[in-house]
Structures are given as structure tokens and as C-alpha cells.
């Protein structure tokens, strides 16, 4: 079994002082493994790949709830391998999500928290690797939103190199209701096409007794139409996800990968429900100034690419790209994977 390093960041004391002094091996093939402790919780963090080239991407990832190690069955995407031949990428799994341990109260489980952990984890990550170390953000979904909170949060700009942003969005309620026009949108095309008529038809009638989505239930309802226009327009979204059975059971039985802790986390982390009315950040979109580069997929309901479209309108940055994937639906590297790679890099190297 791979040796697994294991450290404990104890935030008692804000500064980096407070932590250890030792640092890990900078190598082009690292694989270190340790965990953030913050406000009652143990965070576990994946560092893999080529810490060497001095460039660190944080993969923030969905839910909140599945947590990052599997979540994109990272560790055998061809996407994973070919970014951490080249940079080194950093799993963090989010409190409440994933295998992470400890206190998930409501009173820690907020939006200033998520971003707080977030800020220890670089902090940690420039005092294990490098205060030298360029780290970019990169968030799929939720972790979109996480990353956008994370910039418009004080200095945080100043820690960070660029921001990828893939199916993310920044305002819940308001990318609901253009998921929900979407939907409005689909169901009358494939209708008139004859496909998937019943299925489409009760979307359809949902939308026309619905005005504007504004309670839980209708949110709720909402997103479980979402997927399945996903899986009608099936035919029109390619995908990248190929299953490994040698690469899942390594995963679940020689990884930190707690499979047990990533069930009960998803079936239990609330979070976006608990607070889709407050999750906005569209009056503090302004305030982005550093690089950014922002995807969607053509077919993605659940985050449709208007969400895009008024993001990159208010962001500041003089350095900001938007691409909509025509054949692609929610996260965009699990379905145009190679196209996305390659623009992925493009970005990177342009602002490391």
C-alpha cells in the first residue's frame, strides 16, 4: 500500500507560525496526502503530480456533498493525467463533503466558512510547497461558486493566479430561473420533433403552471427536471467518463477515498438548499480583476450559459474568456474533455 503522509494544520493561532516548519519534497510525480484542520473540521488534501513546475491548481469541486477524490474519477481522467504531468493538482475535499471529518453544524456550515477554508488551504499550500508556488482555482458547480465567493472575499485576489470557472454560477435562484426557461425552451423543440413527447410533456406543464421559481419545492423540482432534460438530450451531449474497474478498486481500497464518509456526506450536506435564496454574488462580480476563464455546456440546464453571459459582463478583469461547448451538458471536462484540456492548458501557461 502507498505511503501516505499525514499532517494536521492547527488554526488556533491564525499565522503561519502556527504550523509545522518542515515542507514536502518538491517532485515531478508527488503524491502527498494530509489533512486541513479548521473550525471543527478535518479536511482531507491530495496533492499529486508535478509540484516541480512551481504551478498548483485547486480542484474545487461540486455539491457540496460528493467531495472531490471521486468525484470526477480523478485519478485515471485522462484530463487529470495530462494536467498533472505538467502541474501539480491539488483534491481538497470541502467541509460536510466527500471524506471529510467532523462539525458540521449549521452555524459552520456557511458561505463564509466554505471561503475560509479555502484561504487556510492556500496559506498551508504556500508554507508547505513555496510561498513561490503559483496557484490557480479551478471549480467545477458548486465549486464555481465557492471560487467566485473565494475572490470577492478581501485580498484574496493577491493569493491567486487565475480562475477557471466549468458549470459554475454565482447567483443560485437566478441561474434556476434560466435553467427553467431552458427547460421551457427544449421541451417545445423536442415536442414538435415527436421525442420523448410524455417526458417532455410533463416538463412542459410544470414550466407553464410555474412563473418564476422563488420557493424550495419549486427550486427542488426544478433541479430534478434539470437532469432529466440532461438524459433526453442525451443524444446531443458526448461523453468523456469511462468506466475502470481497475482504477475504481484502487480508488475505493488504496486511496484516502473513503467511500462510507462520501455517502453519508452527499445524503446529508443541505447547503445549497438550506441557502439558494442567499447564495448571490452578482453585485460583487466587479470586483474580479485577476484572469479568468469561463465555460458551459450548450445542454447544461442546471447552469445554463446566460448565467455565463451576465458574469462575464461584470467581471473587471482585462484578461476574461467565455467558451459555451456545443456538445456538452453540466461539467464540461466530463464531456468535450479533449477540447477542454487543451484550452484548460492554454489558460494556465498564459497566466502562471
Given at each position: 500500500m502507498r505511503k501516505v503522509k499525514i499532517i494536521f494544520y492547527l488554526l488556533l493561532i491564525l499565522s503561519a507560525a502556527a504550523c509545522k516548519k518542515d515542507k514536502f519534497s518538491i517532485s515531478t510525480n508527488a503524491d502527498d496526502f494530509f489533512f486541513l484542520?479548521?473550525?471543527?473540521?478535518?479536511?482531507?488534501?491530495?496533492?499529486?503530480?508535478?509540484?516541480?513546475?512551481?504551478?498548483?491548481?485547486?480542484?474545487?469541486?461540486?455539491?457540496?456533498?460528493?467531495?472531490?477524490?471521486?468525484?470526477?474519477?480523478l485519478l485515471n481522467s485522462e484530463f487529470v493525467k495530462t494536467v498533472t504531468n505538467k502541474y501539480s493538482m491539488v483534491f481538497f475535499d470541502?467541509?460536510?463533503?466527500?471524506?471529510?471529518?467532523?462539525?458540521?453544524?449549521?452555524?459552520?456550515?456557511?458561505?463564509?466558512?466554505?471561503?475560509?477554508?479555502?484561504?487556510?488551504?492556500?496559506?498551508?499550500?504556500?508554507?508547505?510547497?513555496?510561498?513561490?508556488?503559483?496557484?490557480?482555482?479551478?471549480?467545477?458547480?458548486?465549486?464555481?461558486?465557492?471560487?467566485?465567493?473565494?475572490l470577492v472575499t478581501g485580498?484574496?485576489?493577491?493569493?491567486?493566479?487565475?480562475?477557471?470557472?466549468?458549470?459554475?454560477?454565482?447567483?443560485?435562484?437566478?441561474?434556476?430561473?434560466?435553467?427553467?426557461?431552458?427547460?421551457?425552451?427544449?421541451?417545445?423543440?423536442?415536442?414538435?420533433y415527436n421525442k420523448n413527447v410524455a417526458d417532455w410533456s410533463t416538463i412542459q406543464d410544470w414550466c407553464q403552471k410555474t412563473d418564476t421559481i422563488t420557493e424550495l419545492t419549486e427550486f427542488a423540482q426544478a433541479f430534478d427536471y434539470f437532469g432529466k432534460a440532461k438524459n433526453l438530450m442525451g443524444d446531443s451531449i458526448e461523453s468523456s467518463i469511462h468506466w475502470d474497474a481497475n482504477a475504481n478498486y484502487?480508488?475505493?481500497?488504496?486511496?484516502?477515498?473513503?467511500?462510507?464518509?462520501?455517502?453519508?456526506?452527499?445524503?446529508?450536506?443541505?447547503?445549497?438548499?438550506?441557502?439558494?435564496?442567499?447564495?448571490?454574488l452578482s453585485d460583487k462580480l466587479h470586483t474580479i480583476v485577476i484572469p479568468v476563464l469561463m465555460v458551459r455546456g450548450k445542454y447544461d440546464f442546471s447552469v445554463p450559459p446566460e448565467i455565463m453571459e451576465e458574469a462575464y459582463d461584470k467581471i473587471s478583469s482585462p484578461i476574461k474568456q467565455k467558451v459555451t461547448f456545443e456538445k456538452s451538458g453540466h461539467a464540461v471536462w466530463s464531456c468535450e474533455m479533449d477540447k477542454f484540456t487543451e484550452l484548460f492548458i492554454e489558460f494556465i501557461e498564459a497566466n502562471k
Open positions: 484542520r479548521n473550525k471543527g473540521a478535518d479536511l482531507p488534501v491530495w496533492v499529486k503530480g508535478n509540484t516541480a513546475s512551481k504551478t498548483m491548481i485547486i480542484y474545487l469541486h461540486g455539491g457540496p456533498g460528493g467531495g472531490a477524490f471521486g468525484e470526477m474519477y470541502q467541509r460536510g463533503s466527500g471524506s471529510s471529518q467532523g462539525n458540521f453544524d449549521k452555524d459552520l456550515m456557511t458561505e463564509a466558512q466554505f471561503v475560509d477554508d479555502l484561504d487556510k488551504l492556500i496559506i498551508l499550500l504556500k508554507n508547505k510547497y513555496g510561498s513561490d508556488m503559483n496557484i490557480f482555482l479551478y471549480g467545477v458547480s458548486w465549486g464555481g461558486y465557492l471560487g467566485t465567493a473565494y485580498d484574496n485576489q493577491n493569493k491567486v493566479k487565475g480562475f477557471i470557472n466549468d458549470s459554475g454560477n454565482h447567483n443560485e435562484l437566478l441561474a434556476a430561473n434560466f435553467g427553467k426557461k431552458m427547460l421551457e425552451y427544449y421541451a417545445q423543440q423536442q415536442i414538435s484502487q480508488m475505493i481500497y488504496n486511496s484516502p477515498y473513503s467511500a462510507t464518509s462520501s455517502y453519508f456526506n452527499a445524503l446529508f450536506n443541505t447547503f445549497v438548499a438550506d441557502n439558494f435564496k442567499s447564495l448571490n
